[in-house]
């Protein structure tokens, strides 16, 4: 007799390192995780600011766009993890191939902006680079106010974590199963297709509120804000490769992968 769908997602993929879908670490954390969305939503329907009333709302931050996926990967994360389905729990690995590289590459910009703007940070990049001027207001909409802490960390630091330990612990090597063999060509094309609709929505939000989200921009070209949408696909593709990298580097790898053939035999 076959077994069960529930018997089947039961046997996680050999390379996996934790349980999940499950009711222990796994829905915890999920939990933990889709409080942490709910919270940093929450902050945005309590603390109105001049992209509240305006066309696109807060959608037109990438941080939110990626908020909301990461969301709707941990909610279906925590369905399976409640129902033991294989059906939502390979759905939330599909989001998450999106939702991972995206967090982490706004985590890393965004921190990275931030050291900018303190003073020791400034001495050391104009000793090093004299020639250029960088002002993180470029990037930081100077209609926001500056953030506490624990907010700010919602938003720009907790989602990179919690979908991280997910790809890493309680994922398998590839949303189906086994890693892909076009896995690397597959994540530039959904990054590739996300940058292009979101430099799309973008132009749609400046045509209606006569303003862009980000500052820098207003100072760019068509072209040279083509030319920065398709960094940004690249960056989120490079990142999306250390994924995988870490995750061979934790948990092994399949025949041909990353860690070679004895990390799949030290795993089996």
Sequence with gaps: MDASPIESVRHRH??????????????????????????????????????????GWHLQFLTIVGLCISALSFLFAFLADMTMSPTLFT??????????????LISILYWGLRAVRSKLALSILWL???????????????????LPFL??????LFPPIFLTV??????????AGDMHPRASTITLVVTSVFALE????????????GFY???????????????????????????????????ALLNGAEAGGEAGKEDVKKNI
């Design 166 to 175: 997910d790809a890493l612990l309680l994922s398998p090597p590839w949303p």
């Design 213 to 247: 989200p980000y500052p820098i921009l207003e100072m760019l070209s068509g072209v040279q804000r083509t030319a920065l949408f398709v960094l940004s696909a690249a960056l989120a593709w490079g990142v999306g490769v250390c994924l995988r990298m870490a995750y």
């Design 14 to 55: 050999h390379l996996q390192r934790l349980e999940s879908p499950s009711k222990g670490f796994s829905g915890a954390w999920h939990a933990l995780g889709l409080f942490n969305f709910y919270s940093a939503f929450k902050f945005l329907v309590d603390n109105p600011n001049v992209f509240t009333n305006s066309f």
């Design 91 to 104: 759905v939330k690995n599909y989001l998450s191939l999106l939702a991972t590289p995206i967090e982490i």
């Design 198 to 209: 979101y430099f799309f929505w973008l132009e749609l939000c400046y045509h209606k509120n």
């Design 151 to 156: 907010p700010d960390a919602r938003f720009h």
């Design 128 to 146: 090093l680079f004299s020639h250029v001027q960088i002002d993180p207001k470029l990037v930081m909409s100077p209609d926001l106010p500056v």
